[in-house]
């Protein structure tokens, strides 16, 4: 499977993957996230884990346990450290406490290093024994609401070292070496891999949507935190000018329980606006997404909080000009006015999707630059290697 990266990347690349596993023979590595399905997160353990495998790096992956109470506090958790502001009581710590000791007995932890994904699972470190724990943080903690930082402190202090996704998200006020590695895609997954017009056309009309016309897509969870409503806004916007149409697909996640509530919201808020569609859809309709971001004209992301937002550099991959939040690791992936553009109001959003659909060459030229950004920045393999670097440091063994 891995020998399919070297077309796109190239077999010096894929070379320097395979001399850095060497010096990983031996070493086995789990990763422990909460969800299965459904998110960033999940979707890059699917493809991750069977290429470390095929490395010759012993790897697994194990998901953890949580009634809808612990997965409310933990999306409290997820809400108040991205926004700095939240209302959480010893209560809730107790319930995310009681929880980790759950899951300490049932997550088998003989391996060498322990990779834990963001906050869910974090409190397993204090089973910690001879192994290396490296703490992977996916979300901004830029700015993090001072009470639950606090309490996830003291959990982060027992790791032997961190990841961010964005240099702003390092911390001053804890010891642990932190790394920084961007989240990456995978070009030949079902979602990002070349499909024909016929396929796309087939899907877009499967939803009552016009290939013949101007699409808008969004693809994110129903989450306040991507501003769905600020989407909703800015295509109104939109509409004065150009008979256009909006798909924003966003699928469930099993540790998301705010989902439903949000989708509600943006139903109410796109009511009486003509060609919206809001698709909610299993989190394996890979083929959907592919199709929805090929179909589209422009792209948006207009999170107004984010760890990273893969879907950015999904849509570049395609070739596609992205109108994305100004916030976390976009910036990362849109150059503005080069890769894409970036925005902080439904109001510019608007500006720019009227401003890219009149201008096709401006558009085409942004999408060629796109995707080349994302062939030498965000792609898994780059993502395996930093991961690899860090496990090689953190063991304290030599690059």
């Given at each position: 499977m891995i020998e399919k990266y070297a077309e796109i990347i190239g077999e010096n690349e894929l070379d320097a993957l395979f001399k850095i596993s060497e010096k990983l023979k031996g070493v086995s590595v789990l990763h422990v996230n909460s969800t299965q399905k459904g998110g960033g997160v999940a979707e890059i353990l699917n493809k991750?884990?069977?290429?470390?495998?095929?490395?010759?790096?012993?790897?697994?992956?194990?998901?953890?346990?949580?009634?809808?109470?612990?997965?409310?506090?933990?999306?409290?958790f997820h809400n108040a450290l991205q926004n700095g502001?939240?209302?959480?009581?010893?209560?809730?710590?107790?319930?995310?406490?009681?929880?980790?000791?759950?899951?300490?007995?049932?997550?088998?932890?003989?391996?060498?290093?322990?990779?834990?994904?963001?906050?869910?699972?974090?409190?397993?470190?204090?089973?910690?024994?001879?192994?290396?724990?490296?703490?992977?943080?996916?979300?901004?903690?830029?700015?993090?609401?001072?009470?639950?930082?606090?309490?996830?402190?003291?959990?982060?202090q027992k790791y032997d070292s961190m990841i961010v996704s964005s240099p702003v998200f390092g911390r001053s006020d804890i010891n642990v070496p932190q790394f920084v590695v961007p989240p990456a895609i995978d070009p030949l997954s079902v979602k990002n891999r070349e499909i024909s017009s016929?396929?796309?056309?087939?899907?877009?009309?499967?939803?009552?949507?016009?290939?013949?016309?101007?699409?808008?897509?969004?693809?994110?969870?129903?989450?306040?935190?991507?501003?769905?409503q600020g989407v909703i806004t800015a295509f109104k916007g939109l509409k004065k000018h150009i008979d256009a149409q909006l798909v924003y697909l966003g699928s469930p996640a099993s540790d998301d329980p705010e989902g439903e509530i949000v989708y509600e919201e943006t139903l109410k808020a796109a009511e009486g606006v003509k060609d919206v569609h809001l698709l909610l859809l299993p989190p394996d309709s890979d083929l959907e997404v592919n199709a929805f971001q090929r179909g589209a004209s422009v792209v948006m992301?207009?999170?107004?909080?984010?760890?990273?937002?893969?879907?950015?550099?999904?849509a570049m991959w395609k070739g596609k000009a992205v109108i994305g939040?100004?916030?976390?690791?976009?910036?990362?992936?849109?150059?503005?006015?080069?890769?894409?553009?970036?925005?902080?109001?439904?109001?510019?959003?608007?500006?720019?999707?009227?401003?890219?659909?009149?201008?096709?060459?401006?558009?085409?030229?942004?999408?060629?630059?796109?995707k080349e950004h994302v062939r030498n920045n965000f792609l898994i393999t780059r993502e395996l290697r930093d991961y690899l670097m860090v496990i090689l440091l953190t063991m304290g063994k030599s690059g």
């Open positions: 991750l884990v069977p290429i470390m495998n095929e490395l010759g790096i012993k790897t697994d992956w194990k998901v953890i346990r949580g009634d809808n109470e612990f997965f409310s506090v933990t999306k409290s502001k939240g209302n959480l009581d010893n209560d809730n710590f107790a319930i995310y406490k009681k929880w980790q000791e759950i899951n300490s007995t049932e997550v088998p932890l003989d391996y060498d290093v322990i990779f834990v994904h963001d906050p869910q699972p974090a409190g397993l470190v204090e089973k910690k024994g001879k192994q290396k724990w490296i703490w992977r943080c996916h979300i901004d903690i830029s700015n993090p609401y001072p009470p639950v930082w606090d309490f996830l402190k003291n959990y982060i016929f396929t796309i056309e087939r899907i877009l009309r499967k939803f009552d949507v016009d290939p013949g016309r101007p699409l808008i897509t969004q693809i994110s969870r129903f989450d306040r935190a991507k501003d769905p992301q207009k999170s107004i909080k984010e760890g990273f937002g893969l879907t950015v550099s999904e939040g100004n916030t976390g690791g976009i910036p990362l992936q849109i150059l503005h006015g080069y890769t894409g553009y970036l925005v902080n109001t439904p109001e510019e959003a608007t500006h720019y999707l009227i401003y890219l659909l009149r201008n096709d060459e401006i558009r085409e030229r942004i999408g060629r630059l796109a």
